[in-house]
C-alpha cells in the first residue's frame, strides 16, 4: 500500500505530476506534441528574408528518418563518441562539457528535447561589392568574432566559420534563447540548447541586416554544428528535435530572422557522416 503523503511535499508532488501530465506550450506555427518526426519537419521550415517562413517540409533528409521516423538509430556511447572526438581532435569543454554530465532541464525535472539552431547575424562594414569577402570565412576573422560573441554567454555553444567551436554556457544549465520561451519560462526553460552559428549579414536598403551570404554556412561549420548535435543528445539520452529559431518565434513581435540560407541536405549529410565515423570506429574497437 502506498503511504499518504503530507503537507508542502505533497503538494509540490502534485503540481510536479500534473505540469508533465500537461501538453507543451507550442508556437504558432507547430505542435510541441505530435511525434518527432512531424515536430523536426514543421520546426525545420525553411526561413526565408525578415523572418518570412516557407511551408513545414513534407519530408526530411538522411538521417532523421532513422532517427525519428524508424527509431533504428541508436545514440552514441560516450566513450564511442569520446573516441571520435579524439581522433577529431575536438574537446568536450568546445561542445557544451563532458558527455557523461546531465544536460538541462525545466523546473518540473523535464530534460532538454530541443536543439535550436541559430546565426548571429554578425555585421560586417558596408560596402559597395554585392559578394561576401573572403576573409569572411578566415580564421582570423571567425576566430576573432568567436570570442568576443561567446562572452555574452546568449547561447550555449558558439560555433565560427572555419569549424571551430566554444561553450559559453554549459549543457546542463537552463538558458533562453528565444522570444518563444520567455512566453512560459517555467514550463520551457531548460527544454532547449541554443547554438549560435556565426554568419556575417550586410544592411539592405532599409537598413536592415538581412543580407546574408548563400548558401549560410560552410561546410566545416555544418560538421561541427553536427557533432554539437550528436554530443548534447548523448546528454539528454535521446535524438534532440533540431528546430530553427525564426519558426519557433513566429508570429512573436520583433522575432528574429535566422537561420538565413540554412542548407538542410548539406547539415543532414554532415551529421550522417559524423555517425557513421563513430560507428566505424566503434566496430574497430570491439573487432581488435
Given at each position: 500500500?502506498?503511504?499518504?503523503?503530507?503537507?508542502?511535499?505533497?503538494?509540490?508532488?502534485?503540481?510536479?505530476?500534473?505540469?508533465?501530465?500537461?501538453?507543451?506550450?507550442?508556437?504558432?506555427?507547430?505542435?510541441?506534441?505530435?511525434?518527432?518526426?512531424?515536430?523536426?519537419?514543421?520546426?525545420?521550415?525553411?526561413?526565408?528574408?525578415?523572418?518570412?517562413?516557407?511551408?513545414?517540409?513534407?519530408?526530411?533528409?538522411?538521417?532523421?528518418?532513422?532517427?525519428?521516423?524508424?527509431?533504428?538509430?541508436?545514440?552514441?556511447?560516450?566513450?564511442?563518441?569520446?573516441?571520435?572526438?579524439?581522433?577529431?581532435?575536438?574537446?568536450?569543454?568546445?561542445?557544451?562539457?563532458?558527455?557523461?554530465?546531465?544536460?538541462?532541464?525545466?523546473?518540473?525535472?523535464?530534460?532538454?528535447?530541443?536543439?535550436?539552431?541559430?546565426?548571429?547575424?554578425?555585421?560586417?562594414?558596408?560596402?559597395?561589392?554585392?559578394?561576401?569577402?573572403?576573409?569572411?570565412?578566415?580564421?582570423?576573422?571567425?576566430?576573432?568574432?568567436?570570442?568576443?560573441?561567446?562572452?555574452?554567454?546568449?547561447?550555449?555553444?558558439?560555433?565560427?566559420?572555419?569549424?571551430?567551436?566554444?561553450?559559453?554556457?554549459?549543457?546542463?544549465?537552463?538558458?533562453?534563447?528565444?522570444?518563444?520561451?520567455?512566453?512560459?519560462?517555467?514550463?520551457?526553460?531548460?527544454?532547449?540548447?541554443?547554438?549560435?552559428?556565426?554568419?556575417?549579414?550586410?544592411?539592405?536598403?532599409?537598413?536592415?541586416?538581412?543580407?546574408?551570404?548563400?548558401?549560410?554556412?560552410?561546410?566545416?561549420?555544418?560538421?561541427?554544428?553536427?557533432?554539437?548535435?550528436?554530443?548534447?543528445?548523448?546528454r539528454a539520452g535521446r535524438w534532440l528535435i533540431p528546430a530553427?529559431?525564426?519558426?519557433?518565434?513566429?508570429?512573436?513581435?520583433?522575432?528574429?530572422?535566422?537561420?538565413?540560407?540554412?542548407?538542410?541536405?548539406?547539415?543532414?549529410?554532415?551529421?550522417?557522416?559524423?555517425?557513421?565515423?563513430?560507428?566505424?570506429?566503434?566496430?574497430?574497437?570491439?573487432?581488435?
Amino acid at each position: 500500500m502506498l503511504k499518504r503523503r503530507h503537507g508542502l511535499a505533497a503538494g509540490l508532488l502534485w503540481l510536479a505530476t500534473a505540469a508533465l501530465a500537461e501538453d507543451l506550450p507550442s508556437p504558432a506555427s507547430c505542435d510541441l506534441n505530435a511525434g518527432e518526426w512531424e515536430q523536426a519537419s514543421c520546426l525545420l521550415a525553411p526561413v526565408k528574408t525578415y523572418g518570412m517562413l516557407e511551408s513545414p517540409r513534407k519530408s526530411l533528409p538522411e538521417p532523421w528518418r532513422r532517427l525519428f521516423l524508424e527509431q533504428r538509430e541508436a545514440l552514441p556511447s560516450p566513450g564511442s563518441f569520446r573516441a571520435y572526438l579524439r581522433q577529431a581532435g575536438i574537446r568536450e569543454k568546445d561542445i557544451g562539457g563532458a558527455l557523461e554530465q546531465p544536460i538541462s532541464q525545466n523546473s518540473y525535472g523535464e530534460t532538454a528535447r530541443y536543439l535550436i539552431i541559430h546565426d548571429t547575424s554578425t555585421l560586417l562594414e558596408p560596402s559597395r561589392k554585392p559578394n561576401f569577402p573572403a576573409f569572411a570565412n578566415s580564421r582570423t576573422w571567425s576566430d576573432s568574432k568567436l570570442r568576443i560573441l561567446e562572452r555574452k554567454k546568449n547561447a550555449h555553444i558558439f560555433i565560427g566559420r572555419t569549424g571551430q567551436s566554444s561553450t559559453a554556457v554549459d549543457l546542463g544549465e537552463a538558458l533562453l534563447t528565444t522570444k518563444f520561451e520567455k512566453t512560459q519560462r517555467e514550463r520551457l526553460e531548460g527544454l532547449f540548447i541554443g547554438v549560435e552559428n556565426l554568419q556575417p549579414r550586410r544592411l539592405d536598403g532599409r537598413g536592415i541586416d538581412s543580407i546574408a551570404p548563400s548558401p549560410g554556412f560552410p561546410p566545416a561549420q555544418m560538421k561541427r554544428l553536427a557533432v554539437v548535435y550528436v554530443a548534447a543528445s548523448i546528454r539528454a539520452g535521446r535524438w534532440l528535435i533540431p528546430a530553427f529559431h525564426a519558426v519557433l518565434d513566429q508570429g512573436i513581435p520583433n522575432a528574429h530572422d535566422d537561420p538565413q540560407h540554412f542548407d538542410l541536405a548539406r547539415f543532414s549529410a554532415a551529421l550522417d557522416k559524423v555517425l557513421a565515423e563513430t560507428g566505424k570506429r566503434q566496430r574497430t574497437r570491439r573487432g581488435t
